[in-house]
T-cell receptor, first 112, second 111 residues
Framework: DSGVTQTPKHLITATGQRVTLRCSPR?????VYWYQQSLDQGLQFLIQ???????AKGNILERFSAQQFPDLHSELNLSSLELGDSALYFC???????????FGPGTRLLVL | QKEVEQDPGPLSVPEGAIVSLNCTYS??????FMWYRQYSRKGPELLMY????GNKEDGRFTAQVDKSSKYISLFIRDSQPSDSATYLC???????????FGDGTTLTVKP
């Protein structure tokens, strides 16, 4: 158990809908990262927050947004969902940037 | 061309074999090199974390980084069936925490 929690574990929804994925980092970690892992594309970095501020951005679609709250938990919002958004979404946390990242168990999203 | 290329596998070895997993990269700004193990699409688990060039050993695992060749390796000695998993290499520069991952190599260790 890495200490990073993610909810929900599974999510099934329809195209066009909006969902919110939640992540709680390890106690004391200030940095949160979001990744997408689909079957044909490996693990893709989406976005990083550090102590509430956006720090780095990867190939995150405009339909996706994220934020980190004062209590350091983070949410990833996915809107206007498409079939291709079906994937595993992982959150990771670290004490600082450039430190070891610990991954949560992931949220499995299925868009029908 | 991808920034990080990983030997795709899959790789199947008998128990007790030495396993070599490899990645190459093109971005000379990468300074931090990691290896993760992922079981059945669960959360990746960090195995090794190396800064710059050199070797690092942890039990049966040895990570090597050759920055001049832009090549990293993970060696697993005395492989066990419990080592069967997908192994992901990852790399990070110095400006931010963005990690770039390889696509993974699936390893099966047969008893």
């Amino acid at each position: 158990d890495s200490g990073v929690t993610q909810t929900p574990k599974h999510l099934i929804t329809a195209t066009g809908q909006r969902v919110t994925l939640r992540c709680s980092p390890r106690s004391g970690d200030l940095s949160v990262y979001w990744y997408q892992q689909s079957l044909d594309q490996g693990l893709q970095f989406l976005i990083q927050y550090y102590n509430g501020e956006e720090r780095a951005k990867g190939n995150i679609l405009e339909r996706f947004s994220a934020q980190q709250f004062p209590d350091l938990h983070s949410e990833l919002n996915l809107s206007s969902l498409e079939l291709g958004d079906s994937a595993l979404y992982f959150c990771a946390s670290s004490t600082k940037t450039q430190e070891t990242q610990y991954f949560g168990p992931g949220t499995r999203l299925l868009v029908l | 061309q991808k920034e990080v290329e990983q030997d795709p596998g899959p790789l199947s070895v008998p128990e007790g074999a030495i396993v070599s997993l490899n990645c190459t990269y093109s971005n000379s700004a990468f300074q931090y090199f990691m290896w993760y193990r992922q079981y059945s699409r669960k959360g990746p688990e960090l195995l090794m974390y190396t800064y710059s060039s050199g070797n690092k050993e942890d039990g049966r695992f040895t990570a090597q980084v050759d920055k001049s060749s832009k090549y990293i390796s993970l060696f697993i000695r005395d492989s066990q069936p419990s080592d069967s998993a997908t192994y992901l290499c990852a790399m990070m520069g110095t400006n931010a925490g963005k990690s770039t991952f390889g696509d993974g190599t699936t390893l099966t260790v047969k008893p």
